[in-house]
């Protein structure tokens, strides 16, 4: 099973891809996750790719497309969720080549969704921990002692990308490129979209219900 899980920043699609991991089995691809584990290691392309995240603008594809190429060979006996990727046609459409090339196909595209305003309010308040990657939020996800992680007692952080006016520039940019996977995925007949609203076990549940219908 393949599985992509996308939407705007703030949905709360990292706590959805592990939710869904123990639910389902699935080894999660996030280059979100991935990029930052870079950058926190200063290697050359966590370097390179820092200056976007800033900006809170989008990587350019050639550091992905290298990523996701060798995801996808180390794990292509597991069942996988992506989280975030692709996020245009143009990587949808490399990302169906890739897939291909080791025989494996996309089985399902779920849109999590939320309002501009609801998004806002949730990533001025997003913390995550530097060591473990585990992301929280103080609205919705506090973690059990204050700004420690419940993992690994690391001191959380805010990311540099969470506030106001970067997060309104990532929703044009969403908009503009990622929200015609739409009407792509749509005459695939795999697309889903699931509101982001309410309690993370009810919009797992909205998750879950959709896999296990249209997924043996």
Known sequence: MIVLLFGPPGVGKGTQADLLTKKFNLTV???????????????????????????????????????????????????????????????????????????????????????????????????????????????????????????????LMQRSDDTEEVIRRRMKIYDRETHPLIDYYTEKNIYHQISARGPQKEVFQRIALILNGNID
């Open 29 to 155: 691809c996030s280059t979100g996750n991935i990029l930052r584990e870079e950058i926190t290691r200063k290697t050359e392309l966590g370097m390179a790719v820092k200056t976007f995240l800033d900006k809170g603008e989008l990587v350019h594809d050639e550091y992905l497309f290298k990523l996701i190429e060798q995801f996808l060979y180390a794990y292509k006996n597991n069942s996988m969720l992506f989280d975030g990727f692709p996020r245009n046609i143009n990587q949808a459409e490399v990302f169906d080549t890739l897939l291909s090339q080791v025989d494996l196909k996309l089985d399902a595209a779920l849109e999590l969704y939320l309002s501009v305003n609801e998004i806002v309010a949730r990533l001025e308040h997003r913390r995550y921990c530097s060591t473990c990657g585990r992301t929280f939020n103080l609205l919705t996800n506090r973690p059990s002692k204050e700004n420690l992680c419940d993992i690994c007692g690391t001191a």
